[in-house]
T-cell receptor, first 112, second 116 residues
């Protein structure tokens, strides 16, 4: 069973703080890892992807991947109220037709 | 450039009716995916097209669901004899790269299906 697990939250952080979102996955065959942001009533928006162990930075966002621990995380620096949304972790499996398996999402609330 | 588009944005139907949901992917994207998202959950995979053919339909819940992509661009998801449990947001995504290891998928706005 391929599973992706996320804490549903809500995760509440003050404006300007670092928000840390975590995700674990069960299938060691997972190849690619994605973070999507989803505002209420909207569709998922791709914000980060990572394919290799280590860190990947893009502006205020940093994705971290540890394949040995089957763990991927997203850090948001200088959190803004506009970052308040649900963050979905997704993994892609090389032998599974390129489909994405999503976690249930973590709701982030950034308080002014 | 234009993103993935989906029509209709909302569809309300009665139990037992037939519905069609349309997806127009990003121009040039060869891979197209359908997902379904229920309230409070992450999207769940339904079917994947590479070009005109369904490369993976393992996520379709039963034979009431069917999808086509006859010319390798626009896709239609068809649901026969709809049931109340089919109510969800149906999301379409497309991807430019055929390489399974590099597979950024971009989502359309979704179709909210309500079966009464």
């Amino acid at each position: 069973q391929k599973e992706v697990e996320q804490n549903s939250g809500p995760l509440s952080v003050p404006e300007g703080a670092i928000a840390s979102l975590n995700c674990t996955y069960s299938d060691r065959g997972s190849q690619s890892f994605f973070w999507y942001r989803q505002y209420s009533g909207k569709s998922p928006e791709l914000i980060m992807f990572i394919y290799s162990n280590g860190d990947k930075e893009d502006g205020r966002f940093t994705a971290q991947l540890n394949k040995a621990s089957q763990y991927v995380s997203l850090l948001i620096r200088d959190s803004q109220p506009s970052d308040s949304a649900t963050y979905l972790c997704a993994v892609s499996h090389n032998n599974a037709g390129n489909m994405l398996t999503f976690g249930g999402g973590t709701r982030l609330m950034v308080k002014p | 450039g234009a993103g993935v588009s989906q029509t209709p944005s909302n569809k309300v139907t009665e139990k037992g009716k037939y519905v069609e949901l349309r997806c127009d992917p990003i121009s040039g994207h060869t891979a197209l995916y359908w997902y379904r998202q229920s309230l409070g959950q992450g999207p769940e995979f339904l079917i994947y097209f590479q070009g005109t053919g369904a490369a993976d339909d393992s996520g379709l819940p039963n034979d009431r669901f069917f999808a086509v992509r006859p010319e390798g661009s626009v896709s239609t998801l068809k649901i026969q004899r709809t049931e109340r449990g089919d109510s969800a947001v149906y999301l379409c995504a497309s991807s430019a790269r055929p390489d399974p290891s590099y597979n950024e998928q971009f989502f359309g706005p979704g179709t909210r299906l309500t079966v009464l």
